[in-house]
């Protein structure tokens, strides 16, 4: 098993369309969480951490599972913009070094 | 407040060659990570160094590979001699916390 895993896609919605990407994780004990954006040949961007209480950002809504261990990213009323790869970034536990294990990355496809 | 810059952005290089890339962090970030994307795949941790202390550099993928951060700023990954799976794009990305901030990468291509 992978250690972070997602659905590649793409996910091909509308604008206006709500979207869900899951993110399975395989170290019980990870300590942080995040979710990035990748645009197509640029560098990740970070979108937002994902905390145990969950939390969010304008249209965007981050939770963490930890009995199942998977973090989610919903995407209420998308716009044409948030067309991207989303990566999932999980931090294992580990004295001063973190070392984040990305995901594959989710694409998203937001056509009008 | 200027981001992370790598340079070059992109390197074509024979099989064989020297290539040394440089990253410049976000000043004040101690931190510095460098990460490798091969195409397909998923984005893979090199190293980490904490100021000119190299953290961990258990994602090294052999001893061609040399970072070094003198001085605890700007950083360069010098691989030598490149072989073709080292091809790839090649992120550095700073932070102060856990939030590491990206910079634009260099793809290298090794022919």
């Known amino acids: 098993r992978k250690e972070v895993e997602q659905d590649p896609g793409p996910f091909n919605v509308p604008e206006g369309a709500t979207v869900a990407f899951n993110c399975t994780y395989s170290n019980s004990a990870s300590q942080s969480f995040f979710w990035y954006r990748q645009d197509c040949r640029k560098e990740p961007k970070l979108l937002m951490s994902?905390?145990?209480s969950g939390n969010e950002d304008g249209r965007f809504t981050a939770q963490l599972n930890r009995a199942s261990q998977y973090i989610s990213l919903l995407i209420r009323d998308s716009k044409l913009s948030d067309s991207a790869t989303y990566l999932c970034v999980v931090n294992p536990p580990g004295g001063g070094s973190y070392i984040p294990t990305f995901g594959r990355g989710t694409s998203l496809i937001v056509h009008p | 407040e200027a981001g992370v810059t790598q340079f070059p952005s992109h390197s074509v290089i024979e099989k064989g060659q020297t290539v040394t890339l440089r990253c410049d962090p976000i000043?004040?970030?101690?931190?510095l990570y460098w990460y490798r994307r091969v195409m397909g795949k998923e984005i893979k941790f090199l190293l980490h160094f904490v100021k000119e202390s190299k953290q961990d550099e258990s994602g090294m993928p052999n001893n061609r590979f040399l970072a070094e951060r003198t001085g605890g700023t700007y950083s360069t990954l010098k691989v030598q001699p490149a072989e073709l799976e080292d091809s790839g794009v090649y992120f550095c990305a700073s932070s102060h916390g856990l939030s590491q901030y990206f910079g634009p990468g260099t793809r290298l291509t090794v022919t």
């Open positions: 994902v905390y145990s």
């Open positions: 000043s004040g970030h101690d931190n």
